[in-house]
């Protein structure tokens, strides 16, 4: 049983550009968050999925959206990008109806310069 | 913004050991949960506690909940060098149908041979 996968790994881009990050949730799980976690702090939730639309959102402008599929899987799209755009972006999953602990994919490294 | 707070921010012990970390947050919650974050990679959950428990054990560790002072602790038993990582506590204070974890800034523990 798969857990949850992020794609790519790491990933450079140049101020300025648009980035679009990807998330496979685990299995038998609908509902996908992501998170931005900066050098040396905590995730910092961004938004979250559920039945292809925006639940909840954290305090984050409106350059990051996102996007989620039929088959739960999830983009995280960033645009303009900043140097301080640069992080750590983290995709975790749950099952929407159990109030249980959430999954987390092994993140995707993306640099701004 | 960062709700729950980590203390200590670094601890370095002798493997066999016990470590201890704590972590406080600020608002009502419906659960807490400690992760484990290796190199800066995907988080591993820990353990869950719901705000009716008090102690909850998952093999070498312990949690408790106070939920009148806010607090929670994370205890290792018989810490070893593969413990060696940071470790997070997350409060889930969303109401039903969402799921909005709130991190602190983490405990960051070496776990020396």
């Known amino acids: 049983d798969a857990g949850v996968t992020q794609s790519p790994t790491h990933l450079i881009k140049t101020r300025g550009q648009q980035v679009t990050l990807r998330c496979s949730p685990k299995s038998g799980h609908d509902t996908v968050s992501w998170y931005q976690q900066a050098l040396g702090q905590g995730p910092q939730f961004i938004f979250q999925?559920?039945?292809?639309?925006?639940?909840q959102r954290g305090n984050f402008p409106d350059r990051f959206s996102g996007h989620q599929f039929p088959n739960y899987s999830s983009e995280l799209n960033v645009n303009a990008l900043l140097l301080g755009d640069s992080a750590l972006y983290l995709c975790?999953?749950?099952?929407?109806?159990?109030?249980?602990?959430?999954?987390f994919g092994q993140g995707t490294r993306l640099t701004v310069v | 913004s960062q709700q729950g707070e980590e203390d200590p921010q670094a601890l370095s012990i002798q493997e066999g050991e016990n470590a201890t970390m704590n972590c406080s947050y600020k608002t009502s919650i419906n659960n807490l949960q400690w992760y484990r974050q290796n190199s800066g990679r995907g988080l591993v959950h820990l353990i869950l506690?719901?705000?009716?428990?008090r102690e909850k054990h998952s093999g070498r560790l312990r949690v408790t909940l106070d939920t009148s002072k806010k607090s929670s602790s994370l205890l290792i038993t018989a810490s070893r060098a593969a413990d060696t990582a940071s470790y997070f506590c997350?409060?889930?204070?969303?109401?039903?149908?969402?799921?909005?974890?709130?991190f602190g800034k983490g405990t960051k523990l070496s776990v020396i041979p």
């Open positions: 506690i719901r705000s009716n428990e």
């Open positions: 997350a409060t889930d204070a969303s109401g039903a149908g969402s799921y909005q974890l709130t």
């Open positions: 999925y559920y039945e292809e639309e925006e639940r």
């Open positions: 975790a999953s749950r099952s929407w109806r159990k109030n249980t602990e959430a999954f």
